[in-house]
């Protein structure tokens, strides 16, 4: 059985550019979830997809960044005009409902 | 908010010596605890759970936490590594819908 998936591994990109980060969960994972891991620093949550209702946005640090979840599967994270501060591994988890999470690999950023 | 400290960010540890690696959490919310593993060049991995029910919760490879409600912690023992063991853990509380995660211990095991 696969796990979550992400893509790209790694993302090298210019500052102010716009960068799209995907996830595929497990299939039959109702919740997804996008969390960021800065370097020396633990895991930040950013956003948590269930089923049909409304994402929990609370996590995303500005309005650069937004996500969206297409057929209750696939979700892409995009961070629009990209700053250093942005250079991160970004990492995506599922669930079944109320069990626990599995994440995938990360893809780690790196804005110049 | 949730919270939840990792005391120490590096422990190096003998092999075949015991471990303890230290996790507290604010008690401000319902308790769900985890503790996740990341080896070297891997994706983060589930070693173990406390939901309800008993306090003690063990792995299949040797670690066990505690869930200590009267100190808010939670903290992760071995009672012999091995070097397979070196990696980053991550204690991590709150509901199924997110997750609050501390910063991390890397355990490095010393032949």
């Known amino acids: 059985g696969a796990g979550v998936s992400q893509s790209p591994s790694n993302k090298v990109t210019e500052k102010g550019k716009d960068v799209e980060l995907r996830c595929d969960p497990i299939s039959g994972h109702t919740a997804l979830y996008w969390y960021r891991q800065s370097l020396g620093q633990g895991l930040e949550f950013l956003i948590y997809f269930q089923g049909n209702s409304a994402p929990d946005k609370s996590g995303l640090p500005s309005d650069r960044f937004s996500a969206e979840r297409t057929g209750g599967s696939v979700s892409t994270l995009t961070i629009q005009r990209t700053q250093q501060e942005d250079s991160a591994v970004y990492l995506c988890?599922?669930?079944?409902?109320?069990?626990?999470?599995?994440f995938g690999p990360g893809t780690r950023l790196t804005v110049l | 908010a949730q919270s939840v400290t990792q005391l120490d960010s590096q422990v190096p540890v003998f092999e075949e010596a015991p471990v303890e690696l230290r996790c507290n959490y604010s008690?401000?919310?319902?308790?769900?605890l985890f503790w996740y593993v990341q080896y070297p060049n891997q994706g983060l991995q589930l070693l173990l759970k406390y939901l309800s029910g008993s306090t003690l919760v063990e792995s299949i490879n040797g670690f066990e936490a505690e869930f200590n409600k009267s100190q808010t912690s939670f903290h992760l023992r071995k009672p012999s590594v091995h070097i397979s063991d070196t990696a980053e853990y991550f204690c991590a509380g709150g509901g199924h819908e997110k997750l609050t995660f501390g910063t991390g211990t890397r355990l490095t095991i010393i032949p």
């Open positions: 988890a599922s669930s079944p409902p109320g069990q626990s999470q599995y």
């Open positions: 008690s401000s919310v319902s308790v769900y």
